[in-house]
Nanobody, 122 residues
Framework: QLQLVESGGGLVQPGGSLRLSCSAP????????IGWFRQAPGKEREGVSY????????NYADSVKGRFTVSRDNAGNTAYLQMNSLKPEDTAVYYC???????????????WGQGTQVTVSS
């Protein structure tokens, strides 16, 4: 069973940056779309970004456009979410997911990581 592993979360001050990583030890990801989602306490999970199988197509939620950048290294079997100019409202558990549909709808993703906490606070 393919399992995704996220890393890179942590505590950062407003305006700071973090880079999240997503990999699948023992499995290849190059045939799957990779999505990033987040869930803040008391809120529903929301789509943040996704990247197509070869990386040529990317999409972002309006709330993160211009601040977050999604990328992938298929040779290294890893996807990334670079988060800049972080705001307190970005605080959430961030999940990567893999599936076949290029969408921010979480129902289209079959495989999920365990999540990594991102906290933006001074």
């Amino acid at each position: 069973q393919l399992q995704l592993v996220e890393s890179g979360g942590g505590l950062v001050q407003p305006g700071g940056s973090l880079r999240l990583s997503c990999s699948a030890p023992g499995f290849t990801l190059d045939y799957l779309v990779i999505g990033w989602f987040r869930q803040a306490p008391g809120k529903e999970r929301e789509g943040v970004s996704y990247i197509s199988k070869r990386g040529g197509w990317k999409n972002y939620a309006d709330s993160v456009k211009g601040r977050f950048t999604v990328s992938r290294d298929n040779a290294g079997n890893t996807a990334y979410l670079q988060m800049n100019s972080l705001k307190p409202e970005d605080t959430a558990v961030y999940y990567c997911a893999a599936g076949r549909g290029a969408t921010l709808d979480d129902k289209e993703y079959d495989y999920w990581g365990q999540g990594t906490q991102v906290t933006v606070s001074s």
